[in-house]
């Protein structure tokens, strides 16, 4: 840890001792920090409890965001994110939500305490484990089978778990601060809607049919409506799922919310359009993990039975991902793909685009939707025939 960091983490550890100190109503004390994964606004640290007079665990994880304020001002700091503290308070209210869940429901780490001020978390440390893009790294088989398998059906039993709660979700928002109540990836979802033809033409010089923009308007209600919604943290990234012996847990909570849940199965199978991680999945490997993700929420919502019904549904919302994923990497913003590229799975964006909408147009025409399967193929032809040209 560089003398920079040691300072950083030092702050943090304090702040942590603060927030628990005051929540314990007795002294606590953390020691031996050991720095996590996290993005340049965020220091994330493993502590080890020294002193407490309570029953906390021996170790906990510390999650302290940073930000100026002209960045809380602005936002626009990465895809989903409407501002720092819009995303702080969408993740601190999701673990609230998350941890009122039974042990057996809880789709990540519990909460201990929180500070919105500070913009810290203090959380449960789910121990030793491997990440899903270590994993999908190694490609080593069957292990990459059942990660993906184990991924799949951990989502649809969080989706499962939480039909029907939306209510106690809105009632923890509704107790924060107003100002910040934002959804990122809702309000970007429905700037995407006008912006992506405008890009696409000026850019690329594609019309897109009236036909294919209805469609974009209709799936682009799944952030704010549809027949299957649940809890989703949306940004489900390899780098923010890990593994350990009680299967797929996920991380990073900064897109929370209520949505159809279509489209967090959805995510993976477009190659997790958020950044620019790439992994190759096979038509076999993608039914695999519809399968195993349907087999958990059948029983909530039994039109899902139908394959018509779910194939369609899927497809719509691998459009608006493929959509959305356009709106956040076709333009050449050095910063966003800059991070993006910190990723363990990240490509150059100019494969991750072509890749995603040959991939919709695959899938489209394996549906039978050939309208759909012509354009998505003809923006991937015209995506690679731009970048071989640069």
């Known amino acids: ?14 702040a942590a001792q603060q927030l628990l100190t005051k929540r314990m109503g007795a002294a606590v004390k953390l020691s ?4 996590l994964s996290g993005s340049g606004r965020t220091t994330v640290l493993r502590v080890r409890v020294a002193e407490n007079a309570f029953s906390l665990p021996r170790t906990l994880i510390v999650k302290q965001v940073a930000g100026s304020a002209s960045q809380r001002r602005t936002g626009g700091m990465a895809p989903g994110v409407a501002s720092i503290d819009s995303a702080f308070l969408r993740e601190a209210v999701s ?29 449960s440390d789910l121990g030793e484990n491997t990440s899903l ?11 990459g089978r059942n990660a993906l398998m184990a991924f799949a059906q951990a989502l649809g039993r969080m989706h499962a778990a939480t039909v029907g709660r ?13 100002v910040h109540r934002v959804d990122g990836i809702a309000q970007q979802a429905e700037t995407a809607v006008a912006e992506v033809p405008l890009m696409l033409q000026r850019e690329m010089g594609i019309e897109v049919p009236g036909e294919i923009a209805e469609r974009i308007v209709r799936g682009n209600r799944l952030f704010s409506a549809g027949r299957y919604r649940a809890f989703s943290p949306s940004d489900l990234c390899p780098d923010n799922v890990i593994l350990n012996e009680e299967g797929a847990r996920f991380l990073d909570y900064e897109w929370g919310g209520f949505r159809d849940s279509t489209l967090d199965i959805a995510y993976a199978l477009v190659s997790f359009p958020g950044c620019l991680c790439d992994f190759e999945l096979s038509r076999e490997r993608a039914r695999q993990m519809v399968e ?26 691998r459009l608006i991902w493929v959509w959305l994923s356009t ?15 910190e990723h363990g ?39 690679e025939e731009h970048w071989e040209e640069q």
Request: proline share 5%.
């Open 1 to 14: 840890m560089t003398a920079l960091l040691a300072e950083r983490a030092a702050e943090v550890v304090y």
């Open 32 to 35: 031996d920090p050991v720095e």
């Open 95 to 123: 673990y609230q939500f998350t941890t009122a869940l039974g042990r057996e429901h809880r789709p990540g780490a519990y909460l201990l305490a929180y500070s919105l001020p500070d913009r810290l978390l203090i959380l």
């Open 133 to 143: 893009t270590a994993v999908l790294q190694s490609t080593v088989e069957p292990a």
């Open 166 to 178: 939306e209510a106690d979700f809105v009632a923890l928002l509704r107790r924060v601060d107003v």
């Open 292 to 317: 195993a993700w349907r087999s958990e929420v059948v029983a909530v919502w039994p039109a899902l039975a139908d394959d018509d019904v779910l194939n369609e549904r899927i497809l719509e919302a």
């Open 327 to 341: 709106y956040w990497f076709l333009p050449a913003d050095h910063t966003r793909i800059a991070a993006a590229r």
């Open 345 to 383: 799975l990240s490509i150059p964006r100019s494969a991750a685009l072509i890749n995603r909408w040959a991939a919709l147009a695959e899938d489209a025409r394996c549906t039978g939707d050939d309208t759909l399967g012509d354009f998505a193929e003809h923006v991937s032809a015209t995506l």
